[in-house]
């Protein structure tokens, strides 16, 4: 489980990083500009916030792989991002519109790609959370 754990972690502050080209990459400058500012700076906000956890979750996967198996503690953490994950995979079917990726190769590669990210992620925790208990 600490390999995994590890992986998840360098996936995270990955991840955390690829959020820097959000704004640039989903041309929020022209999307955005038809919404009010406070939503317009609501979005930047919040991911911000989302890769800035992601960053932190990551470094703390990486540095405290030990106390996060071995630990109460980490157990419950383990749990709590088994849900988070968990929860997170249902919106990738559930509150996405298949009309984003159906019918495109790359966005359906990466709607896939994601699908199964999420679940390794959701899998990993629960078995360091089941397997600890």
Not at 48 to 63: D, E, I, S
């Amino acid at each position: 489980m600490a390999l995994h754990l590890k992986i998840i972690g360098i996936l995270s502050v990955l991840l955390a990083l690829v959020h820097v080209i959000f704004p640039r990459y989903f041309k929020w400058d022209s999307e955005l500009r038809p919404l009010s500012l406070i939503n317009r700076q609501i979005m930047y906000v919040h991911t911000f916030f989302l890769a800035f956890v992601l960053l932190l979750t990551g470094l703390l996967l990486l540095y405290a792989t030990g106390d996060i198996i071995g630990t109460r503690l980490g157990r419950q953490l383990a749990f709590g991002l088994f849900l988070f994950w968990g929860v997170r995979l249902g919106f990738q079917f559930f509150v996405y519109s298949p009309k984003l990726w159906r019918g495109k190769r790359f966005e359906t590669t990466v709607h896939i790609g994601f699908a199964c990210l999420w679940t390794y992620f959701t899998v990993v925790f629960f078995l360091v959370y089941y397997q600890t208990v």
